[in-house]
């Protein structure tokens, strides 16, 4: 079973910076598709950047100020945000998943990634 695991969450003011990082021990690097997603309280999941095979994708409103990147094996992501507003504030979830070949990578889809983690929480404060 994997079981993504974040870290790096915390509390910045505005304008700041965090960096979050993921690791999914024991996912296969072939065609390993992981994501970030973000729940604000009482808001649905909201996708933030995917990256897979080293193609990346952003949400539109984050991109220029979040780089999505991962290591030499792919099964380890981080998310550098900068410049961040309070809209940013919300639990951040890693999402990884085997990338089947139907699946146009790398995807926004939240059905599209089985195995998700706990979550870190970032607060953006005014």
């Known amino acids: 079973q994997v079981q993504p695991v974040e870290s790096g969450g915390g509390t910045v003011q505005v304008g700041g910076s965090l960096r979050l990082s993921c690791t999914a021990p024991?996912?296969?690097?072939?065609?390993?598709?992981m994501a970030w997603y973000r729940q604000a309280p009482g808001q649905q999941h909201e996708w933030v950047a995917s990256?897979?095979?080293?193609?990346?994708r952003y949400k539109e409103s984050v991109e220029g100020r979040c780089t999505i990147s991962h290591d030499h094996d792919k099964t380890t992501i981080t998310l550098q945000n900068n410049s961040l507003i309070p809209d940013d504030t919300a639990m951040y979830y890693c999402?990884?998943?085997?990338?089947?070949?139907?699946?146009?990578?790398?995807?926004?889809?939240?059905?599209?990634?089985?195995?998700w983690g706990q979550g870190t929480q970032v607060t953006v404060s005014s």
């Open positions: 999402a990884a998943g085997q990338m089947g070949e139907l699946i146009v990578v790398p995807t926004f889809e939240l059905y599209d990634y089985d195995y």
């Open positions: 024991g996912l296969s690097s072939n065609r390993c598709g």
């Open positions: 990256i897979t095979d080293g193609y990346i």
